[in-house]
C-alpha cells in the first residue's frame, strides 16, 4: 500500500505558490484546490511553524541561489508529496530485538551467497577491472550491492524528492535532510536522472548500493561511458561508484578485513573493543590465533570483537574493517559483508558457536540494566537503550564483582541477577 500523503500540492498549486513568490516556474494545467488542510502529524506540526508554501519558495530561492536551474526546481516539486509514512519511520525507535547471529541468518544465508556468486560470474570482467583499478577485491564490491539491496532486489520504492522533502520540513533532522535534498536537486540538474526515476529509501538512499545523495555527488561515476551516473540501473556505474566510495573510506589493496580468531583461556575481555588496537604481533604474545590454525604474524594495528561475551565466536578485525563501517558504522553490519564476502570468494564461515540459547533485551530491558548497573555507581553513561562502550564496560565490572567472566555481554540472566542486587 502507499502511504497516506500529508499534502499533495498539485503542479498548479506549486505554480500558484511560487508566483506569489515572485518566481517563474514551468507550465502546469491541473486545477488548484481551494484550500489545503494541515495534517494532524509531525509535519503537520512543522507546516504551524512555516507553511510548506512559504517552506517550498524559500528552498526554491535557496536552490537557484546553488545554480540549481529553475525548470528543474518546478519539474521535481510538480507532483510533490509530504508521507506520513516516512515521518513514522524517521520518529520511530525500533526495538532492535535480535541478536547478532539473527541477523547474520538473514543477511549471510546460503541462498544469498549462492546468488552473489552467480553475480560475480556475470559480471566477472567488470568486476576484474574495477578491482585493479581500485583495490577493491571483487566479493567484497558484491557483498555490499547483497546487503544493501539484495542485487538489487529491494532498492526501495519511495520518491527520493518525496522523501527527502518531507524529512527537510518535518524538522527532527531538518538541515541534514535540506543538504541532501539540495543534493538530489544538484543530481536532476546534472541530467543523471530524471525525477520520476529517482527512486530510493525512506531516508533518500539511492540505487543498487544505496547512496545518499551527498555521497553520489563525490563518488558516483559514469563508468559506461553514456554520459549518465546511473547507479539504478548500469552495473558498470553501480560497481565503479561502490568501489570508489569504499577505498575513499581507507581501504586498503591487499590486505583482509581480519579473520575468527581464537582467545587464550583468561583473555582479559575489556581488550576486547573496536577501540582498542595493537600489533597482530602482541596479540599473538597474548595468546590470540587464528581458529583455524597456525600463528598470527605482522605489526599491522588490529582489534578484537566478541559480539555475543565468551560464549560466542571471537574476531580480530583490521583497519579494512573499519573501511566496511564507514559504509555503515555498525559492527553486525560490517562483520555481515565481510562474512558474505568470505562466503561468495569460498572461504569459510563462523567456526565458533553462537549463543543461540540467549534471547535479546528487550528496550525497556536494556534501559532497566543501565539504571541498574548506575546506582549501583557503575558508570554506564546515559540510560538511551544503547548497549555501546560504556555500557560495556559497566557490564564487564559489576560481572567482575559477582565472579563471572567480565566480557561485557548483557542476558536476561545478568541483568536478573542485578535485579537481585540493586
Not at 540501473?233 to 560497481?239: A, E, H, I, K
Not at 561468495?344 to 535479546?360: C, K, T
Request: hydrophobic share 45%; aromatic share 8%; charged share 20%.
Amino acid at each position: 500500500m502507499l502511504p497516506r500523503p500529508l499534502l499533495r500540492p498539485s503542479a498548479r498549486l506549486l505554480l500558484g505558490t511560487l508566483l506569489l513568490a515572485g518566481c517563474q516556474t514551468s507550465g502546469a494545467t491541473a486545477p488548484a484546490p481551494a484550500s489545503v488542510t494541515a495534517p494532524a502529524s509531525a509535519a503537520g506540526q512543522a507546516m504551524a511553524r512555516q507553511s510548506f508554501a512559504e517552506w517550498l519558495s524559500a528552498l526554491r530561492a535557496e536552490a537557484l541561489s546553488q545554480g540549481i536551474r529553475g525548470p528543474i526546481f518546478d519539474r521535481a516539486f510538480q507532483s510533490v508529496k509530504l508521507s506520513d509514512r516516512v515521518v513514522e519511520l524517521d520518529t520511530s525507535q525500533p526495538e532492535f530485538a535480535r541478536q547478532v547471529w539473527q541477523y547474520l541468518d538473514s543477511a549471510v544465508n546460503e541462498k544469498r551467497v549462492q546468488a552473489g556468486r552467480q553475480k560475480m560470474r556475470e559480471n566477472a570482467a567488470l568486476l576484474t577491472r574495477i578491482s585493479q583499478r581500485s583495490g577493491v577485491p571483487p566479493e567484497i564490491l558484491v557483498a555490499f550491492w547483497g546487503i544493501e539491496t539484495d542485487f538489487g532486489a529491494s532498492t526501495g520504492g519511495f520518491s527520493v524528492i518525496d522523501a527527502l522533502t518531507t524529512l527537510a520540513y518535518e524538522g527532527r533532522r531538518a538541515a541534514y535532510f535540506r543538504t541532501e535534498l539540495l543534493a538530489a536537486l544538484r543530481i536532476l540538474d546534472s541530467g543523471d536522472i530524471p525525477p520520476e526515476k529517482m527512486s530510493g529509501s525512506w531516508a533518500g538512499a539511492m540505487g543498487q548500493t544505496q547512496f545518499m545523495p551527498t555521497i553520489f555527488l563525490k563518488h558516483a561515476v559514469d563508468e559506461d561511458g553514456d554520459g549518465h551516473r546511473d547507479i539504478w540501473g548500469s552495473m558498470p556505474d553501480v560497481l565503479a561508484s561502490t568501489a570508489k566510495f569504499v577505498l575513499a573510506n581507507g581501504w586498503r589493496s591487499g590486505e583482509s578485513w581480519g579473520q575468527e580468531v581464537r582467545l587464550p583461556e583468561g583473555f582479559a575481555y575489556e581488550q576486547a573493543e573496536l577501540t582498542i588496537t595493537k600489533p597482530l604481533s602482541e596479540w599473538a604474545r597474548l595468546g590470540v590465533a587464528p581458529v583455524d590454525g597456525g600463528a598470527l604474524s605482522g605489526e599491522a594495528p588490529a582489534a578484537i570483537i566478541v559480539l555475543a561475551g565468551h560464549q560466542g565466536p571471537a574476531f580480530l578485525v583490521r583497519e579494512n574493517f573499519r573501511a566496511i563501517m564507514r559504509y555503515n558504522p555498525s559492527t553486525s553490519y560490517a562483520l555481515a559483508v565481510a562474512l558474505l564476502a568470505d562466503r561468495m570468494a569460498g572461504r569459510a564461515g563462523v567456526v565458533g558457536r553462537w549463543p543461540r540459547q540467549e534471547a535479546a533485551l528487550s528496550k525497556d530491558e536494556r534501559l532497566e540494566l543501565q539504571q541498574r548497573l548506575a546506582t549501583l555507581g557503575l558508570e554506564p553513561g546515559a540510560a538511551d537503550g544503547i548497549v555501546g562502550a560504556n555500557t560495556r564496560n559497566a557490564v564487564r565490572r559489576f560481572q567482575s564483582s559477582i565472579g563471572a567472566i567480565p566480557d561485557g555481554f548483557a542476558t536476561k540472566a545478568l541483568l536478573e541477577r542485578l535485579r537481585q542486587t540493586s
